[in-house]
């Protein structure tokens, strides 16, 4: 490689040149007036070459230093857009999510992959979460099941969530198919703990104002609750955002359709302000595939 000037030695040079002074290029560069002359007098030794004419009170650039500037400079401006694409790659174009378990396993990988398809130079890591989300600050965008009576200002609600009744093709109740929301009166229940509102809601919408609610299998996992429906050990009431997975790959059916919104629904969050782009393009892609959930 060829022999090359030090850079400071050039940093020096362009700014001492801009301002024409010494003293103000030591200012901007957060050193001293003595070190910025030393730095000059250094490249005019290497160059072996005057690029100053030194007044008394002030400086003027040679010839040489005239023709030598818009190169150096330039230059200069290269090395910094180089330096800040790379930063920029390095530390922007990654996106870190937090999310329900159940939402993750059951909705997101499908829009992810539409956004990896897309944008292969965004990295996705996603960190699954069970009742509260991740420490704060750790994620730039979080998906949270919120009470729709317990939101915070600063939640977008993804879409309007409703509720489903699934089980497994084959469950029966009594030895027949379950095909009348009045035989859930004696089918056996999976609860999933922390969501009662989701049965009552459902007995409500039914008119079953003697459906029980003691017995049966519980766990704290949707997912679990539904795993448990698709061995025909329950049947289970849950958001239909959840149930539309199992659904379509036939482990689990709805025998009855209803309309019916639910008290608990999915929610985003920024974390912070600024925004950078590959988040806001991520955020973008969520919302995206968020309306096509309610339509």
Same mark, same amino acid.
């Given at each position: 490689?060829?022999n090359l000037p030090h850079l400071t030695f050039l940093r020096?040079?362009?700014?001492?040149?801009?301002?024409?002074?010494?003293?103000?290029?030591?200012?901007?560069?957060?050193?001293?007036?003595?070190?910025?002359?030393?730095?000059?007098?250094?490249?005019?030794?290497?160059?072996?070459?005057?690029?100053?004419?030194?007044?008394?009170?002030?400086?003027?650039? =040679?010839?040489?230093?005239?023709?030598?500037?818009?190169?150096?400079?330039?230059?200069?401006?290269?090395?910094? /857009?180089? =330096?800040?694409?790379?930063?920029?790659?390095?530390?922007?174009?990654?996106?870190?999510?937090?999310?329900?378990?159940?939402?993750?396993?059951?909705? %997101?990988?499908?829009?992810?992959?539409?956004?990896?398809?897309?944008?292969? @130079?965004? #990295?996705?890591?996603?960190?699954?979460?069970?009742?509260?989300?991740?420490?704060?600050?750790?994620?730039?965008?979080?998906?949270?099941?919120?009470?729709?009576?317990?939101?915070?200002?600063?939640? *977008? $609600?993804?879409?309007?969530? !409703?509720?489903?009744?699934?089980?497994?093709? @084959?469950?029966?109740?009594?030895? /027949?198919?379950?095909? #009348?929301? !009045? *035989? %859930?009166?004696?089918?056996?229940?999976?609860?999933?703990?922390? $969501?009662?509102?989701?049965?009552?809601?459902?007995? $409500?919408?039914?008119?079953?104002?003697?459906?029980?609610?003691?017995?049966?299998?519980?766990?704290?996992?949707?997912?679990?609750?539904?795993?448990?429906?698709?061995?025909?050990?329950?049947?289970?009431?849950?958001?239909?955002?959840?149930?539309?997975?199992?659904?379509? $790959?036939?482990?689990?059916?709805?025998?009855?359709?209803?309309?019916?919104?639910?008290?608990? =629904?999915?929610?985003?969050?920024? !974390?912070? !302000?600024?925004?950078?782009?590959?988040?806001?393009?991520?955020?973008?892609?969520?919302?995206?595939?968020?309306?096509?959930?309610?339509?």
């Amino acid at each position: 490689m060829m022999n090359l000037p030090h850079l400071t030695f050039l940093r020096s040079f362009e700014a001492a040149a801009r301002h024409l002074s010494f003293t103000a290029a030591a200012e901007e560069l957060n050193c001293t007036q003595s070190a910025v002359s030393n730095h000059v007098r250094s490249l005019e030794e290497f160059l072996q070459r005057p690029l100053f004419v030194r007044h008394p009170r002030s400086l003027s650039l =040679t010839d040489v230093g005239e023709a030598y500037l818009p190169s150096v400079r330039h230059a200069l401006q290269e090395i910094n /857009a180089a =330096t800040q694409s790379v930063i920029v790659r390095s530390h922007t174009r990654k996106v870190v999510v937090s999310c329900p378990v159940s939402l993750a396993e059951n909705w %997101l990988p499908d829009v992810i992959r539409g956004f990896n398809a897309v944008h292969p @130079d965004i #990295d996705l890591t996603v960190h699954g979460t069970v009742w509260t989300d991740v420490e704060p600050n750790v994620s730039d965008i979080s998906l949270t099941i919120n009470h729709v009576d317990d939101v915070s200002p600063d939640a *977008q $609600r993804l879409w309007v969530e !409703k509720l489903a009744l699934v089980c497994a093709p @084959d469950f029966l109740v009594d030895g /027949a198919p379950l095909t #009348d929301p !009045k *035989q %859930l009166q004696n089918a056996p229940l999976i609860h999933i703990l922390g $969501r009662p509102s989701y049965w009552e809601h459902a007995a $409500r919408h039914f008119g079953l104002s003697d459906l029980s609610q003691k017995g049966g299998l519980r766990t704290n996992v949707s997912n679990l609750a539904m795993e448990m429906a698709a061995k025909s050990l329950g049947c289970v009431a849950l958001p239909r955002s959840l149930a539309r997975s199992y659904v379509e $790959r036939g482990l689990l059916i709805e025998p009855f359709r209803f309309d019916l919104n639910s008290p608990w =629904t999915y929610f985003m969050r920024l !974390k912070e !302000k600024p925004v950078s782009p590959p988040v806001r393009l991520f955020q973008n892609w969520l919302l995206q595939a968020a309306a096509e959930m309610d339509s």
